[in-house]
């Protein structure tokens, strides 16, 4: 039971909204009788009365007529159109008395109608503010909470008979103004009461409050505030008779209680617009929770689905072409070109295996299908051919119709587990001894298998932490640079060394990619002249789009310079350039331009890049998911789908923002703000591009993986330099407090201890006052990044970093004037 109730046999509590609407009628009522005995004195004429009245009460109808129809418009009501309707009448009416009464625009003149006009433009206006309110109430108790079908056509409708309505009325007064009863006589308007017109209009407020009664009981507050409407109009009424002349107590009273009525209707639309607002507000904040949920989970099952023990693929309906593809279906087929492929084009090998009939078996019937123990002849690296044996469960994926969407393919590769068994088999009928010694093996071999599953778990668990993840990555690049230099000789090893760290560099774009559409890419944000970065890049630009697409840009002659990572904003520019060179394979034309655009109050403004192509667009459901990490339209193995992601996250890191126009046929355009600085441009260093530059320099090595700090020291040391080794904070202080001069600290951020990183360099500092610090990581976010940015005077290279980026780093900053408060290598 809800408070709202009370015990059985009592009347139910008053809502809040109740109590207050039957305070102010009864304030209304109050007033009002307690001036019925003076209503015909006369008070003092009050110039500005009238048409400060005349003016608020027309603008008070007219702004619930607008307010009305969009409420209309939102709920389909159908009884709010009587109030629409109603509104509208009124307002106009009002105009039309404003208009007819003497000397209210012209002394001495009136603008419509003859000496009747005035008093019966007042019969029907309140004939026209309660037959409104009588129309909803009558509407309500019919059909409570009735919605029309078609809007317009029912808006239509009652815009034709309000317009009838309103030249029936305007003509009657006018034209045929002379043939009206007498009602006023030089300001009386006594006959108006006594011949029955407005009793008439004080009977249509009674019948129209006891059906809003019987309809609604009042129980919301549009029905309890209607309710209050209907009170004011009736003691504006009463009192207005009473008065019986103008400039009467009575004819005042009884504009003020017309006013306040009008007043009501319109705080009670701007009250539920209000309300309307705030749960749209509400409805939005639970949306873009919902859709944060969504993305978290979308990522949570693409690793869970790429990290699956056993291999997984999905084939199109199409061809059954390979549309999605995880880690252990790569191992199991070996590497080759996959996704996007159809399978017999994929794994030609199979063919006359029965691989390819099973799955037309299953296409055709639309049953899954499991089959065990299958062997297949596959061609694995090197072209070697090898059999493997598999587990495989074949699953039709229906759509909601029942047509077939495609295959899903999910199994184990069990070559070993079935060769173990048949070895086993086997010697179980030689001799008891062979039998324990081919026991034990299957021991051995069990749990080695249950070792490497562990293992494999393990790294599963750690292989989404960005700062193992680079650490490995630089474990394999620093060892295939170590392999290139003791094998420069050998033109096949470097090829494949090379080969290697193209898939390194890779891994590492992949990661950098994530976290910069997470936001944590930890950003060298400088003051930048756009025009100088278009110029830097303005060859890849065109070579990317192609001779077909013309390029054009159309820059600011004043365009502010802007703070921002030039190398990450250089990054943003070539993935739109080639989203739009992709949107337009048959040429068209790409405009690239720039304006300044001010911000609010206390805001220093964004510079606004536009980058328009004329290519195919995008439709609102593509434009809705553009910035999703992992979606692309370019069909499978097309595209990461991370291009406008990290687009998105470096905008948003940067404190810009980025939004899309577009439309199917119409192209593209993509809006990007960048924070507007004051500052000059800087200029950027070169990266260096001669020969890898060694020295005989002292540098300390600090990192807890003794592969990293091995692979580095190798490298340092062939360059020529003196190196020293400790495997953590704590155990590098004693060697920078016995050594008598070091020239360079070169430490990981992040390691066990008592004693950080940053506390490292600052007791190498208070030791060696000349010493360089050189900081190295795969992972930053905690430990040199300040909202979302580097700290002041830090510099970062992303790991992993090859050879000559590691001797370019080191010979810079040794080679400096002076030492620099903090250089970072993460």
Not at 82 to 98: E, H, N, P, R
Not at 139 to 146: K, N, V
Not at 692 to 713: F, H, K, P, W, Y
Request: proline letters at 4%; a negative charge.
């Amino acid at each position: 039971m809800n408070d709202t109730h009370t015990t059985l046999g009592s009347a139910p509590a008053l809502l809040p909204f109740q109590r207050y609407a039957a305070l102010t009628a009864l304030a209304i009522a109050v007033l009002t009788l307690a001036l019925m005995p003076i209503a015909a004195d006369k008070w003092p004429a009050i110039p500005a009365f009238l048409p400060a009245y005349q003016s608020t009460i027309i603008v008070a109808y007219t702004v619930a007529a607008y307010l009305l129809y969009g409420y209309f418009k939102q709920t389909r009501t159908h009884a709010v159109l009587y109030l629409w309707s109603g509104s509208v009448y009124t307002g106009l009416i009002l105009l039309a008395q404003f208009l007819s009464v003497p000397g209210a625009f012209v002394p001495g003149e009136r603008l419509l109608g003859g000496g009747q006009t005035t008093s019966w433009l007042w019969f029907y206006w309140h004939l026209g503010a309660t037959g409104m309110l009588f129309c909803y109430a009558l509407a309500e108790l019919r059909a409570p909470g009735r919605r029309v079908d078609d809007t317009r056509a029912a808006f239509l409708r009652a815009l034709g008979w309000t317009g009838v309505i309103v030249g029936v009325t305007l003509a009657s007064v006018t034209v045929f103004e002379a043939a009206l009863p007498i009602v006023d006589i030089n300001g009386d308007f006594n006959r108006i009461t006594h011949s029955g017109y407005a009793p008439f209009i004080q009977a249509v407020i009674m019948a129209a409050l006891i059906m809003m009664w019987r309809a609604t009981r009042f129980r919301t507050p549009i029905a309890a505030w209607i309710g209050v409407a209907m009170v004011a109009l009736a003691f504006d009424n009463a009192i207005t008779m009473a008065g019986g002349t103008r400039l009467s107590v009575g004819w005042y009273v009884g504009r003020l209680n017309a006013l306040f009525a009008a007043l009501v209707m319109l705080g009670l639309y701007l009250k539920e617009i209000n309300r309307v607002y705030l749960r749209a507000t509400e409805h939005a904040q639970l949306l873009a929770q919902a859709h944060e949920r969504l993305e978290s989970e979308h990522a949570r099952l693409l690793s869970m689905f790429e990290q699956a023990p056993g291999f997984v693929a999905m084939l199109g309906s199409d061809e059954c072409h390979l549309q999605i593809v995880n880690a252990a279906f790569r191992r199991l087929v070996g590497p080759r070109e996959l996704v996007g492929r159809p399978i017999r084009k994929a794994l030609p090998e199979l063919a006359g295996q029965g691989w390819f009939e099973l799955i037309e078996q299953v296409c055709d019937s639309r049953k899954p299908h499991v089959e065990s123990g299958m062997k297949l002849q596959l061609q694995r690296a090197g072209g070697a051919v090898e059999e493997v044996i598999i587990d495989v469960l074949f699953q039709p994926n229906l759509g909601p119709d029942g047509e077939l969407a495609g295959v899903f393919i999910q199994g184990q590769d069990v070559t070993e587990e079935h060769l173990a068994r048949i070895e086993l088999e086997r010697h179980q009928s030689h001799l008891e001894s062979l039998v324990q010694k081919r026991t034990r093996s299957l021991e051995d071999t069990q749990s080695a298998l249950m070792n490497a599953q562990k293992m494999e778990a393990i790294g599963k668990l750690t292989g989404g932490v960005a700062h193992d993840f680079n650490n490995v990555l630089h474990i394999i690049n620093g060892n295939l640079d170590l392999i290139k230099m003791f094998s420069a000789a050998n033109a096949k090893v470097t090829e494949r060394c090379q080969s290697a760290q193209t898939a390194v560099r890779r891994g590492a774009k992949l990661s950098s990619q994530l976290l910069a559409f997470a936001r944590k890419q930890p950003l060298q944000p400088i003051p930048v002249r756009l025009a100088d970065v278009f110029d830097g890049i303005d060859v890849l630009l065109k070579r990317a789009l192609g001779e077909r697409v013309e390029v054009a840009f159309d820059f600011a002659p004043d365009l502010w310079n802007v703070e921002a990572d030039p190398q990450q904003l250089e990054n943003v520019i070539l993935n739109l350039v080639l989203n739009a060179s992709d949107a337009m394979p048959e040429g068209g034309r790409f405009v690239v331009s720039g304006i300044n655009s001010p911000g609010e109050e206390g805001d220093a403004g964004f510079v606004r890049l536009s980058f328009h192509d004329s290519g195919t667009g995008m439709s609102e459901e593509v434009k809705a998911r553009a910035f999703e990490p992992f979606f692309s339209t370019k069909g499978v193995g097309k595209g990461s789908g991370l291009g406008l992601s990290m687009a998105y996250g470096f905008v948003k890191q940067s404190g810009g923002h980025i939004d899309i126009e577009s439309a199917p046929g119409q192209g593209t355009t993509v809006h990007i703000l960048l924070p507007r600085t004051g500052q000059a441009a800087s200029g950027r260093k070169q990266e260096q591009t001669g020969a890898v530059t060694g020295g005989s320099e002292t540098i300390l090595v600090v990192d807890d993986e003794a592969e990293i700090r091995a692979n580095v020291a190798a490298m340092l040391g062939q360059l020529g330099y003196r190196v020293l080794e400790a495997a953590s904070a704590d155990a590098a202080a004693p060697v920078l407090d016995a050594e008598p001069h070091i020239d360079l600290l070169f430490t990981d951020v992040i390691m066990p201890g008592t004693m950080s990183s940053t506390d490292l360099a600052a007791h190498a500092r208070l030791r060696h006052s000349g010493i360089r610090v050189l900081f190295t990581s795969g992972y930053t976010e905690n430990a040199v990044i300040r909202n979302d940015r580097l700290g002041e005077g830090v510099t970062l290279l992303s790991k992993p970093y090859a050879r000559e980026e590691l001797a370019a780093a080191v010979r810079n900053m040794l080679s400096d004037a002076a030492p620099q408060a903090v250089a970072v290598a993460a």
